[in-house]
T-cell receptor, first 111, second 113 residues
Framework: DAKTTQPTSMDCAEGRAANLPCNHSTISGNEYVYWYRQIHSQGPQYIIHGLKNNETNEMASLIITEDRKSSTLILPHATLRDTAVYYCIVRAGASGSRLTFGEGTQLTVNP | DTAVSQTPKYLVTQMGNDKSIKCEQNLGHDTMYWYKQDSKKFLKIMFSYNNKELIINETVPNRFSPKSPDKAHLNLHINSLELGDSAVYFC????????????FGQGTRLTVV
């Protein structure tokens, strides 16, 4: 699975959009971009995933660049409960579905 | 109704003991996993089962033995516990091995003293 690079930490004001970047310059054509988050002391939680097109669900939006070498997770109206470590993961569909977690980005939403 | 449930939530035990962690999912998924999160917060896959068959077995000491009696359960048995086994262990499940999201349990914090 391709390696990803994320900032170690980010801050965001409550109610504002949180934009979390991820670089995956060695991504292959059959690899998807997944985002998970881990709120303190809880299990990781799936957020969203995509291959080429931008995706949106009730939690977030995923913007993938045309060359697929980077992506951005957008939380449109961050709340205090969104404070968590956010993981960007790239994996191939037939990889036995393992998720390879990196260090992630600690997002802190401030009041 | 908890989708992926693990028991116990906390486990404190002495070195050399044998212990088990149980995991059950009520989502009807075919694939289940065990992940380990160490003190540095790195999450690493240990095992994956699909339809009760082992499909991923990372470089894990053979003191760790997963057992899947049916698709809904994946238990983790650990023999001769060592201090370095102290970690949070997460069970997870997904519909299959393809591009579907994984659902994680709340974790079992194992402390070996």
């Amino acid at each position: 699975d391709a390696k990803t690079t994320q900032p170690t930490s980010m801050d965001c004001a409550e109610g504002r959009a949180a934009n979390l970047p991820c670089n995956h310059s060695t991504i292959s054509g059959n690899e998807y971009v997944y985002w998970y988050r881990q709120i303190h002391s809880q299990g990781p939680q799936y957020i969203i995933h995509g291959l080429k097109n931008n995706e949106t669900n009730e939690m977030a939006s995923l913007i993938i660049t045309e060359d697929r070498k980077s992506s951005t997770l957008i939380l449109p109206h961050a709340t205090l409960r969104d404070t968590a470590v956010y993981y960007c993961i790239v994996r191939a569909g037939a990889s036995g579905s393992r998720l390879t977690f990196g260090e992630g980005t600690q997002l802190t939403v401030n009041p | 109704d908890t989708a992926v449930s693990q028991t116990p939530k906390y486990l404190v035990t002495q070195m050399g003991n044998d212990k088990s962690i149980k995991c059950e999912q009520n989502l009807g998924h075919d694939t289940m996993y065990w992940y380990k999160q160490d003190s540095k917060k790195f999450l690493k896959i240990m095992f994956s089962y699909n339809n009760k068959e082992l499909i991923i077995n990372e470089t894990v000491p053979n003191r760790f033995s997963p057992k899947s009696p049916d698709k809904a359960h994946l238990n983790l048995h650990i023999n001769s516990l060592e201090l370095g086994d102290s970690a949070v262990y997460f069970c997870a499940s997904s519909q299959d091995t393809e591009n579907t999201e994984a659902f994680f349990g709340q974790g079992t914090r194992l402390t070996v003293v």
